[in-house]
């Protein structure tokens, strides 16, 4: 393809677009000059309104956000380009059995995630740019990774904001239809590849499961919103007093059930609305409590509600946790970042009365990367605290 035969888009005159410090979205509000439909789902080059270069990106037409940047070049989506592209994203990551592979824009892959469970790779297509050159992507993947099989899922949330159907997962290869055993943060857990939420499980914790576990020797653990029983099941491990996992999930307690019993550890597993069983609990009855809640905070419209109940989930869980007690808490919502999560912690402990010390800053796993221009790839950020 010659330059002259792309689509192009050209940036509004006088405007703030993001793109123009790094950003790799444009929003359709931002374009002064779009390409015309019969591009959306394909390569367009970018340029600001003096004609700079801001890279190659899928168009999507009629979409929010109207471009989203694979490239700082002009240049193709291709086999080559993609077989680059996947081969530097795992030559960042660390051979651990359980790994995310592509994190979307960070990997020059916008709308793709990527993650690997040993043997298989489980993918999610969010973007029409990525439905259209998903071949390539898989071709290059089953290549370089060899996989036995790949489990498509296409029923993220956020394919709605593109215009995309919500359609069923499919297998390519062979891809198991019950839970499979998958080394992740160092312990052998069971993973449901097919149905499980996101890509099967939660990744972006396994380097935080080592931290807050070995501190939970002796204590007596509260793991709230536990999932699989990601950070009880390592307590448990560890020597951990007594631990109860928390959870409104039937079939994600049943996976946690199931990891504690295939090592033989006791772990007490509720199936309960968080918010309800902490007013069953005594105060100061725990030593250690983990706060890992969903994205409560997913838009601007969801702001107030969402900290509002972020600042009571976080009173709740002071009030059974003992003086001098540890909190290990997360927000998985890149509007409420580690500034604003510390600081709703601590206006929490004021009007508790207590005081909180920060033992270990804690983040997603490195291989979940974040781009300092795109802000929305770092989204999951945490404390280990000592609450006094």
Not at 258 to 281: N, Y
Request: proline letters at 4%; one cysteine or more; charged letters at 30%.
């Amino acid at each position: 393809m010659t330059d002259s035969d792309r689509g192009a888009l050209r940036l509004k005159p006088g405007g703030r677009s993001k793109a123009l410090a790094g950003h790799p979205w444009i929003l359709k509000s931002e374009i002064d000059t779009e390409p015309g439909k019969e591009w959306s789902g394909r390569p367009v080059v970018a340029t600001g309104e003096h004609g700079e270069l801001l890279g190659t990106g899928f168009y999507r037409e009629g979409g929010r956000v109207a471009w989203r940047r694979f490239r700082k070049d002009i240049g193709d989506f291709d086999a080559k380009f993609v077989e680059k592209a996947l081969q530097v994203a795992v030559q960042k990551r660390k051979g651990t059995p359980a790994r995310r592979i592509v994190w979307s824009e960070t990997d020059s892959m916008p709308g793709l995630v990527l993650d690997q469970y040993g043997s298989y790779l489980v993918a999610q297509i969010n973007t029409e740019g990525m439905e259209k050159n998903w071949e390539l992507v898989r071709t290059a993947a089953l290549k370089l990774l060899q996989p036995e099989g790949i489990w498509i899922r296409r029923d993220a949330s956020g394919r709605k904001l593109e215009g995309l159907e919500i359609l069923q997962g499919e297998a390519f290869g062979t891809v198991p239809e019950k839970p499979i055993l998958v080394e992740i943060g160092g312990m052998e857990v069971w993973v449901d590849l097919r149905s499980g939420q996101k890509t099967g499980t939660y990744l972006d914790q396994q380097e935080n499961y080592g931290i807050v576990a070995q501190e939970s020797r002796g204590r007596k653990v509260l793991d709230l919103f536990c999932h699989n029983g990601g950070f009880a099941l390592r307590s448990a491990k560890a020597g951990a007093s007594e631990v109860t996992g928390v959870d409104s999930s039937r079939p994600s307690l049943e996976l946690a059930r199931q990891s504690a019993e295939h090592h033989g550890l006791k772990v007490r597993w509720a199936q309960e609305d968080v918010t309800r069983f902490l007013r069953t609990c005594r105060k100061g009855e725990y030593d250690l409590v983990i706060l890992d809640p969903p994205g409560l905070v997913k838009s601007r419209e969801s702001a107030e509600a969402g900290n509002k109940l972020m600042a009571e989930l976080h009173r709740n869980s002071m009030k059974v946790l003992a003086r001098g007690g540890l909190l290990a808490t997360f927000s998985c919502s890149h509007r409420v970042g580690s500034e604003e999560l510390l600081g709703m912690v601590k206006q929490v402990a004021k009007e508790e009365g207590r005081v909180v010390q920060i033992k270990t800053t804690l983040g997603q796993s490195s291989d979940h990367p974040m781009d300092p221009a795109f802000p929305e790839s770092r989204y999951l950020s945490g404390f280990l605290l000592e609450v006094k």
